[in-house]
């Protein structure tokens, strides 16, 4: 008897699960890497300094009412140009922005492989309506274009405990180009 093949489809849904998996592992990981220790119980996700507003006062009324909407459906926006620029092959030019649309703050790992082992860069949180117009990578990419791997995490933190737990996550793919 002739045995029927796995359709090429169901490899790829098992390929990707895997990169979610290891993308979650790799982010738990660097959570406890750059926990905060000053009293031995925290690891708090600090807030990333060079995340800029992009929201004007016009728009915070319908973002904050389009992000409970969000929450409630457990969607996650997402809001990003997809080609980032560098001369320098460390500091680029991007658009990067955790959505008004979103309820929670996040965190982006950005990976150069899609094994998710060569991490390139990890914010801190961003609020909603907030991110990157230029971030600086961990080590130099090569002159070319590349196919990086964009892990989005949405945390809450309780204000109470300080607690913060990991609500969604998503991965996309974004070329960086070093001219």
């Known amino acids: ?3 029927k093949k796995a359709p090429a489809l169901s490899n790829k849904v098992v390929i990707a699960a895997a990169a979610v998996i290891v993308a979650a592992l790799a982010v738990v990981a660097a959570l406890l890497l750059r926990a905060d220790k000053d009293d031995g119980n925290s690891a708090a996700i600090g807030y990333a300094a060079e995340a800029k507003v992009m929201l004007d006062q016009n728009s915070l009324q319908a973002a904050f009412e389009e992000a409970m909407r969000n929450a409630e ?16 092959g460390t500091n680029f ?10 309820k929670y703050d996040m965190f982006l790992a950005v990976y150069a492989d899609s094994e998710l082992t060569d991490q390139i860069f990890l914010s801190g949180l961003v609020p909603p309506g907030s991110g990157f117009e230029n971030i600086t990578l961990e080590h130099a990419l090569e002159v070319g274009s590349h196919r990086v791997y964009v892990a989005l995490t ?10 913060q737990v990991i609500k969604n996550q998503v991965m996309h793919t974004m070329d960086f180009h070093v001219n």
């Open 154 to 163: 949405q945390v809450e933190t309780n204000e109470e405990t300080g607690e």
């Open 93 to 102: 030019e991007c658009y990067i922005v955790n959505s008004e649309s979103n």
């Open 1 to 3: 008897m002739e045995e």
């Open 73 to 88: 459906d457990g969607n996650v926006g997402l809001k990003y140009k997809n080609d980032a620029f560098s001369s320098d």
